[in-house]
């Protein structure tokens, strides 16, 4: 278990909910790139799975909970786009 990857991964999960906020309270994508959450979905589900198989620890729950907050970010995201149709 890594004290920097515990750190980086806290770092991006105290982040994400001031743009889901920011996304749900504004009620359009301004800024957003719906891209940008699926290479960052990717790269949670990349993480989850190096724990997975090599290395499984507590870390792994902390890669959940940021996949999760990024993917309530892009249920967010659809939710803004449909709303300005």
């Given at each position: 278990m890594?004290?920097?990857e515990i750190?980086?991964?806290l770092c991006f999960a105290s982040a994400w909910?001031?743009?889901i906020y920011k996304s749900y309270k504004s009620r359009n994508n301004s800024g957003k790139?719906?891209?940008?959450?699926?290479?960052?979905?990717?790269?949670y589900i990349a993480g989850m799975v190096h724990k997975y198989l090599y290395n499984f620890d507590g870390v792994f729950y902390?890669?959940?909970?940021?996949?999760?907050l990024v993917l309530t970010d892009?249920?967010?995201?659809?939710?803004?786009y449909r709303l300005s149709k």
């Open positions: 890594s004290v920097f750190t980086m991964l909910p001031f743009s790139s719906i891209i940008f959450l699926y290479i960052v979905l990717a790269g902390l890669y959940l909970f940021n996949f999760c892009t249920f967010i995201y659809y939710r803004n």
